[in-house]
């Protein structure tokens, strides 16, 4: 079993930073592929980053050039630095992540999510 444990979401006004980060502890391999998805009130939940164990990384054009996801693969933990925040951005984060299990084939899992909130 899995757990992701995220961390770093608040209140911050238009034009602050934030940095979320989403630490998996338990049974497993490895991380394959870490996610960062949000959910607005009233909204689908949406992706807006995505890396590999490669470190290849894809964004929605909405945070492109504003956001960016990394991991530390010693640690098993994916970070959302998230830059000149607007309050479009104001949602519930939520850290999504593929894992190899020990004995073959791979699960998804999901943190419980944390709140992101951009107001002055």
């Known amino acids: 079993q899995l757990q992701l444990v995220e961390s770093g979401g608040g209140l911050v006004q238009p034009g602050g930073s934030l940095r979320l980060s989403c630490a998996a502890s338990?049974?497993?391999?490895?991380?394959?592929?870490g996610d960062w998805y949000r959910q607005a009130p009233g909204k689908q939940r949406e992706l807006v980053a995505a890396?590999?164990?490669?470190?290849?990384?894809n964004y929605a054009d909405s945070v492109k050039g504003r956001f960016t996801i990394s991991r530390d693969n010693a640690k098993n933990t994916v970070y959302l630095q998230m830059n000149n925040l607007e309050p479009e951005d104001t949602a519930v984060y939520y850290c999504?992540?593929?894992?190899?299990?020990?004995?073959?084939?791979?699960?998804?899992?999901w943190g419980q999510g944390t709140q992101v909130t951009v107001s002055s």
């Open positions: 890396i590999t164990s490669g470190g290849s990384t």
């Open positions: 338990g049974s497993f391999v490895s991380i394959n592929v």
């Open positions: 999504h992540v593929w894992i190899s299990r020990i004995y073959g084939g791979s699960a998804d899992y």
